[in-house]
């Protein structure tokens, strides 16, 4: 189960941070992330973070959101600052194992002036 939280109303320029609660047991081939999916749009992948700690950003948000776990690899985090009025979106937790998508509900991120 994935269990999201922290989104919320922010200014553009501003920041939040996101996290993810996951239960159950992981292996070391699953990978945790972060995606989003604005109204009319696809979801699309923010960032991901391997059981060993490797990252990997899609090119909009890099340099502006970071990805990280807890050490027991439990909770995700999604770091996002100087956010955009275009990263306005419901984000959504994703476990990957063995080339399923496991999901979790999504948390809001508004961003307006």
């Known amino acids: 189960q994935l269990q999201a939280s922290g989104g919320g109303l922010v200014q553009p320029g501003g920041s939040l941070r996101l996290a993810c609660a996951v239960s159950?047991?992981?292996?070391?081939?699953?990978?945790l992330g972060w995606y989003r999916q604005a109204p009319g749009k696809q979801r699309e992948l923010v960032a991901s973070?391997?059981?060993?700690?490797?990252?990997d950003y899609t090119d909009f948000v890099k340099g502006r959101f970071t990805i990280s776990r807890d050490k027991d690899n439990h909770t995700v985090y999604l770091q996002m600052t100087s956010l955009k009025l275009e990263d306005a979106a419901v984000y959504h937790c994703?476990?990957?194992?063995?080339?399923?998508?496991?999901w979790g509900q999504g948390t809001q991120v508004t961003v307006s002036s």
């Open positions: 973070i391997t059981m060993s700690g490797t990252t």
């Open positions: 994703n476990l990957r194992r063995r080339g399923f998508n496991y």
């Open positions: 159950g047991i992981l292996f070391s081939t699953d990978a």
